[in-house]
């Protein structure tokens, strides 16, 4: 088993080090390295991983607010504090970190906390863990979690993503569309056209002949791309039989 991580600490060199010591682990797949807190829940939104590591004391957004954010993750990845703090041990249990590792940090302590992180993603696999996803939205100086599930088409704007919800709220996102598609295709969404990506169950009616192919949901019309019909009909025709 590969994981990939993601490591938040705003000091340059404590991060580049604790990046260089995973590195070592070949056990350690794709490296994401944040300097805040805001900055790692961004990357949490686009990137797929199955641990964090985070130092306490960070601007704005610190590893204890992040770890707060992680708990509402419908798939949350496991936890592991590394800081110089030997004072918030209590806090971080609470918050359900797997570990509590003190800096400097010591290859032969870091490597007991990667165990731990392995033995939990063993036992996520074991208990058939699903993540129905979440995407971190950034407001302002904090950041927003929005539900997938709350998600009923998205737009696409250039190198963004704005996601459309029930409730009429709109969020913009830095993922491409593209990469919406792809990972969240086995959740129902379906690509209708270059700009839009549709949760195929809200989806009321649809008009696939004519000038104007359209999918129908109950607020909006979008315009269904003519390359893409005979891909959207088989979409739905599977979702209709499920």
């Known amino acids: 088993m590969i994981i990939d991580v993601l490591v938040a600490d705003d000091e340059p060199p404590a991060l580049a080090e604790l990046v260089a010591l995973l590195e070592a ?20 939104s686009s990137e797929a991983v199955e641990a964090v590591f985070l130092d306490i004391h960070m601007p704005g957004v610190d590893g204890f607010d992040l770890a707060r954010a992680l708990g509402r993750f419908a798939q949350r990845p496991a936890l592991v504090f590394v800081t110089a703090d030997d004072a918030g041990a209590v806090t971080a249990f609470d918050l359900d970190a797997l570990d509590y590792v003190l800096k400097p940090v010591r290859p032969e302590r870091l490597r007991r906390a ?12 074991a208990a058939g863990d699903v993540d129905t996803g979440t995407v971190a939205v950034p407001v302002g100086q904090s950041v927003r979690l929005v539900r997938r599930a709350d998600v009923r088409w998205v737009k696409a704007e250039g190198d963004y993503s704005r996601l459309w919800t029930e409730a009429g709220d709109t969020h913009l ?24 990506l549709v949760q195929a169950d809200a989806i009321t009616g649809v008009r696939l002949t004519g000038p104007l192919p359209v999918v129908e949901l109950p ?4 315009p269904v791309s003519r390359r893409l019909i005979p891909a959207v009909r088989s979409r739905l025709v599977k979702v209709d039989s499920r």
Do not use: C, Q
């Open 219 to 222: 607020e909006v019309e979008l």
């Open 25 to 44: 682990d070949a056990r350690i797949g794709a490296i994401h390295a944040a300097s805040t807190g805001a900055e790692a829940l961004r990357m949490l």
């Open 173 to 196: 996102v830095r993922i491409p569309i593209s990469e919406l598609e792809e990972r969240w295709e086995a959740a129902g969404f379906v690509r209708i056209h270059r700009s839009y």
């Open 114 to 125: 990667i165990d731990r992180v392995f033995a939990d993603a063993r036992a996520k696999e």
